[in-house]
C-alpha cells in the first residue's frame, strides 16, 4: 500500500520563527488535505490540496504531485499553533490515509 | 449548521460489553467514514459508506460493524469489545468520496478495561 511520512516529527519552535513541514507520499494520489489537531483533540481542516499552492493567513501549502511532496508553511508561529499536523493523502477513490504526523510546540 | 456531531464523547467499557457510537452530519454529504487514533499515531480507516444503503471496509474492520442508517447518520458497533479498541474514534463525512474534501466530527473517547 501507499506509504505516507511526514518530516520532522516533532519540532520546537519559539514565538514569531517560521516553519517548513513536510509530506511525502510514495504513489500517485486524488488529493492530498492537511489537518491540524489541537491539544484538545480536535481535527481542524487546514487545506485540501491536490497541486499547486494555497494560502491562509500565516499558512501556506504546496502540493508538488508529480513529485509526490507536499510542503506547509506557518510563518509567525504563534502558541496556538501548538499541536499536531497530519497530512493525508486521498488514495484508491476514497480511502483517505494519513502520515504520523509533526508533533509542533510553540513557547512564548 | 453544526457540521459532523459525535455521541458520546467519552465512554468506558468492560471487556466484553457492547456499545454503538452514533454519528450524524448536516451537510448533505453522501459518503461518511469511521477512523480510530491510537496514541501517538495517525488516524486508520475502520469502515466507510460511499452512499446511502452501500458499506465497506477499510484498513482495520475487525472487531466493528456498521450501520448507514440513512443520509445523515452512520453508526459504529462494538459487538464485545476489547482492551485492544481502547482508542479515540472520529467519524468524517464528504461530498463525494472521490477526491472530496474530508470534515471530522469532535471523536469519542472509549476506554475499554
Known amino acids: 500500500g501507499i506509504q505516507v511520512e511526514q518530516s520532522p516529527p516533532d519540532l520546537i519552535l519559539q514565538e514569531g520563527a517560521n516553519s517548513t513541514l513536510r509530506c511525502n507520499f510514495s504513489?500517485?494520489?486524488?488529493?492530498l488535505q492537511w489537518f491540524h489537531q489541537n491539544p484538545w483533540g480536535q481535527l481542524i481542516n487546514l487545506f485540501y490540496i491536490p497541486s499547486g499552492t494555497k494560502q491562509n493567513g500565516r499558512l501556506s501549502a504546496t502540493t508538488v504531485a508529480t513529485e509526490r511532496y507536499s510542503l506547509l508553511y506557518i510563518s509567525s508561529s504563534q502558541t496556538t499553533d501548538s499541536g499536531v499536523y497530519f497530512c493525508a493523502v486521498l488514495y484508491n477513490t476514497d480511502k483517505l490515509i494519513f502520515g504520523t504526523g509533526t508533533r509542533l510546540q510553540v513557547f512564548p | 449548521n453544526a457540521g459532523v456531531t459525535q455521541t458520546p464523547k467519552f465512554q468506558v467499557l468492560k471487556t466484553g460489553q457492547s456499545m454503538t457510537l452514533q454519528c450524524a452530519q448536516d451537510m448533505n454529504h453522501n459518503s461518511m467514514y469511521w477512523y480510530r487514533q491510537d496514541p501517538g499515531m495517525g488516524l486508520r480507516l475502520i469502515y466507510y459508506s460511499a452512499s446511502e444503503g452501500t458499506t465497506d471496509k477499510g484498513e482495520v474492520p475487525n472487531g466493528y460493524n456498521v450501520s448507514r442508517l440513512n443520509k445523515r447518520e452512520f453508526s459504529l458497533r462494538l459487538e464485545s469489545a476489547a482492551p485492544s479498541q481502547t482508542s479515540v474514534y472520529f467519524c468524517?463525512?464528504?461530498?463525494?468520496?472521490?477526491?472530496?474534501?474530508?470534515?471530522f466530527g469532535p471523536g469519542t473517547r472509549l476506554t475499554v478495561t
Open positions: 504513489d500517485s494520489v486524488n488529493n
Open positions: 468524517a463525512s464528504s461530498a463525494t468520496g472521490d477526491a472530496g474534501e474530508q470534515y
